[in-house]
């Protein structure tokens, strides 16, 4: 059986950088799938997440935020705005631009993800001894180094 130490060696070995995009990635799906049931699809939810956090916003912002081309993006602000959790309004700068924001349906939706999510991984950080919750924020300081590199 291998034992803790040996995954760290075995990581450290070369297959560090796999380890972490892989257990990262995994922790971020698992977080994405804590929704309220018949929720919205994944992306659709993210924007209305972002648009409430975040407030009005053009397409091209929703698109450069999304990584995706704005024709991909459109899709989703319609499947929000046709459910009513967004709506269209002029930009007050510039009549020819069109923002999108949350209905106060969608404000409750993106509050209620947030609140669901924020909830799971808290109780699973609480579950873990004091010793391995140290390990994670040392860990997660390190992530933070390395992100802002």
């Known amino acids: 059986m291998e034992t803790e130490a040996n995954g760290v ?7 560090l950088g796999g ?3 892989s257990t990262v990635g995994r922790l971020y799906r698992r977080f994405r799938s804590e929704r309220p049931e018949g929720s919205l699809g994944d992306t659709a939810l993210d924007v209305l997440i972002w648009l409430h956090k975040h407030g009005p916003q053009t397409l091209t912002e929703l698109s450069e935020y999304g990584q995706v081309a704005p024709a991909s993006m459109s899709q989703s602000v319609n499947r ?5 959790y967004a709506i269209r309004t002029p930009d007050p700068k ?8 949350t209905t ?10 947030r609140t669901q999510r924020h909830a799971w991984l808290d109780a699973q950080l609480r ?7 140290h390990a994670i924020a040392h860990a997660c300081a390190l992530l933070s180094t390395i992100a802002d590199s």
């Open 104 to 113: 106060p349906e969608g404000d409750d939706i993106a509050a209620t993800t």
């Open 94 to 101: 510039d009549r020819r631009k069109v923002l999108f924001r």
């Open 80 to 84: 929000l705005t046709s459910a009513g």
């Open 19 to 21: 380890q972490v995009r």
């Open 127 to 133: 579950a873990l001894n004091a010793e391995d919750q």
């Open 9 to 15: 060696d075995d990581a450290l070995d070369g297959g």
